[in-house]
């Protein structure tokens, strides 16, 4: 679901004049590093170059310079919730989408100081940088009709996601303290994350290719089961898994340590927890299944789960619990691998 990449290049270019009595030559040094996730994406470049120029006839006029460039590209979805005008309308107020863009350059440079074609004494260095945005996008959400979650501390968490339709939108009530099933939660990660539904591609390469629909994968989720679509797309991206027995048990309520999991494997951060014997920090660290302990430790590293003494792993996930965990992970995409990938290079 989150894509990484990085690469690295070197290059070498030399410009023959006056028939080979004078050659520049420019090697070239360069690496990127990216990601690219639903509500932020980073690429930043870094070139170094060192430029030699050689004049066969008269050899002190030989000089050497380098140069070094750095290029990020970003984008960042935010939202905001913003109170209605006047009071006295049916809805309080609804959040609001921003997209953005933006670029930042900066440059370094060592040179020679020139008069004409005579090379004087010194160097000429300098530094800069400069950044270009871009136009937002405002997209304004689907305003919820749930009233049992206003006043809870994890009010704009569900509002945030039934705004979304990652909980039900047209629904009264939606049961905060009621716990979340697999399916719901398969729903809940595909539209907050805007992942294009499986059906969606299968029905294009259908047109292209006139195949015949596939069968559904699990044996107990058909298609008219309300959440078939989210399940197709999550399993065939390898977001979540069945339970085994051709059964993916769409009904069955999800526990913490399995929605952290599921979380963190969209990341591909599980190999960041230690190898050998460790604890969680967390005083049921014992608890907690021996397949979703590093994907535990590294959510409670990043700041996706939060700090207190239990954990209570095996305990079912409540809605407001899992909005609060996914809410919560939207904020790291933005924020902190964000940060990771572009002012921790840029400010190196």
Do not use: C
Not at 145 to 171: C, H, K, Q, T, Y
């Amino acid at each position: 679901m989150v894509g990484y990449y990085a690469g690295d290049w070197s290059a070498r270019k030399t410009y023959i004049v006056d028939k080979g009595k004078e050659s520049i030559t420019v090697q070239t040094v360069g690496n990127l590093v990216g990601y690219d996730s639903p509500w932020s994406a980073t690429e930043t470049q870094t070139l170094d170059y060192t430029i030699n120029y050689e004049n066969k006839i008269d050899k002190k006029r030989n000089w050497e310079g380098t140069a070094s460039l750095e290029a990020s590209y970003n984008m960042t979805k935010d939202y905001e919730y913003v109170d209605n005008v006047p009071n006295q309308i049916s809805f309080k107020g609804g959040f609001l989408l921003t997209e953005k863009q933006d670029n930042v350059l900066k440059y370094s440079y060592d040179l020679p100081r020139f008069d004409g074609e005579t090379i004087l004494k010194g160097r000429n260095t300098g530094k800069d940088s400069f950044s270009i945005d871009t136009n937002p996008i405002i997209t304004r959400l689907n305003i919820p009709a749930v009233r049992d979650v206003l006043g809870l501390p994890n009010e704009m968490d569900m509002l945030l996601l039934a705004s979304m339709e990652a909980l039900p939108l047209g629904n009264i009530y939606l049961g905060p303290s009621s716990s979340m099933s697999r399916g719901d939660f398969a729903k809940a990660i595909v539209n907050s994350m805007n992942i294009p539904l499986e059906k969606e591609e299968e029905n294009t390469k259908k047109k292209k290719k006139n195949q015949e629909e596939k069968p559904p994968t699990y044996i107990d989720v058909g298609k008219n089961h309300r959440n078939y679509d989210y399940i197709e797309t999550v399993t065939k991206r390898g977001i979540m898994e069945g339970v085994g027995r051709g059964k993916f048990e769409p009904d069955k309520y999800l526990t913490r340590a399995e929605a952290t999991t599921i979380l963190i494997r969209m990341l591909g951060f599980q190999n960041l927890a230690p190898i050998k014997n460790y604890s969680t920090g967390y005083k049921d660290n014992g608890s907690i299944p021996a397949w979703g302990k590093d994907h535990v430790y590294v959510a409670k590293m990043l700041g996706i789960i939060g700090k207190e003494p239990y954990f209570y792993p095996n305990r079912d996930i409540t809605k407001a619990e899992a909005s609060e965990l996914i809410v919560n992970f939207i904020n790291y995409l933005q924020e902190s691998l964000k940060y990771d990938y572009r002012e921790n290079i840029l400010n190196n």
